[in-house]
């Protein structure tokens, strides 16, 4: 079995944070979603990935490299647009040859692994196995109409609701998909659509087996779930300090403080993930706060927020609810009032 991991969406409901970063490499409790989602792949037991690439398609390739970290052989795969999961999946016909193969979005977070899903794929004979979460707002996902356990009809993004129960970001597929594929035309949102592909092998008899996800699982589609992502992955963080955390600093609660990281005079209120070479001075971090490699926080209050590499937070009380984007400076808050921050890369902001 090999495995598709799909990397080249663009992520505009993320902008600005994407303007300058590909979207699945924004961290999740300090890692990469792309990695987390490559680690599980590498666990059940694949070793052989393509990774779908687009206008970000540099980004990701010196990311993820050769495969070598998590012992995987890696090919990287251009898509010429972003069309659609089906047309990403006919771009990589040449990859994926006559193999069965799990298709990871790359974007998504998925805790609990794949393993399970992959060994009962390979134990059935089944064309295709969906997996489905209950979700709030199923206009905003493919869905999958059931009849008792038999699925009966998918639809992407309905514009009326028809079912809660939304495809996750996680499919395992034989080679009857590609054929599926090359039927479609682009749909109403000129995309080239996976669930009417489903929905071909449904209509030719082919079996379609859907399972419900026990674990959490979100789409980081949009800052909010970026956030919430941020918080199950820190709370399923083992403790672990590695750098240097001075006697004055409480540490209350899961703290994870990397090599070369250095905490003088603070509180870390964990669930927290402070990055390789960051520096942490008289500052209250957490709880649900990840930072970056090579930060610095001097007398700053910091909760619920994403803080990507080489940031500085200087004198800010109250910042919540925030991701702040490569290299971006914050400085001085005179007041005390929470503040909510969505910051590109490089970016300079000065509070009164």
Known sequence: MRALVLAG????????????NAKQLIPVAGTPILFQA??????????EIGVVIGATGDEVRAAVGD?????????????????????????????????????????????????RFVEEFERSDADAHILLAR?????????????????????????????????????????????????????????YEITEAIQWLLDSGRQVRAEMVSGYWKDTGRPEDLLEANRMMLAATEPSIVGDVDDPTTVEGPVVVRAG????????????????????ERSTIGPDVSIGTGCRVEGSQIS????????????????????????????????????????????????D
């Open 67 to 115: 495969g070598s970290r998590w012992d995987l052989d890696v090919t990287f795969i251009p898509q010429e647009a972003p069309l659609g999961i089906a047309h990403a999946v006919m771009t990589a016909e040449a990859f994926l040859g006559d193999e069965p193969f799990l298709l990871y979005l790359g974007d998504n977070v998925l805790m609990g692994g794949v393993s």
């Open 135 to 191: 979700v709030p707002e199923p206009e905003q996902f493919g869905v999958a109409m059931l009849e008792g356990d038999r699925v009966v009809r998918l639809v992407e993004k309905p514009r009326e609701p028809l079912s809660d129960l939304a495809l996750v970001g996680v499919y395992l597929f034989r080679r009857s998909i590609l054929d599926a594929c090359r039927t479609l035309a682009p749909s109403w949102r000129g995309e």
């Open 38 to 47: 490559i680690e599980a792949i590498a666990q059940a037991g694949i070793t």
């Open 9 to 20: 969406g663009e992520g505009s409901r993320l902008r600005p944070i994407t303007s300058t």
């Open 261 to 280: 990281a250095k905490v003088t005079g603070s509180v870390l209120r964990g669930p927290v993930v402070i990055g390789e070479g960051s520096s942490i």
């Open 304 to 351: 619920d927020s994403i803080v990507m590499e080489d940031c500085t937070i200087v004198d800010v009380r109250g910042l919540t609810g925030s991701i702040l984007g490569r290299r971006v400076e914050v400085r001085r808050s005179g007041g005390t009032g929470a503040r909510r921050l969505i910051v590109g890369d490089q970016s300079r902001i000065e509070l």
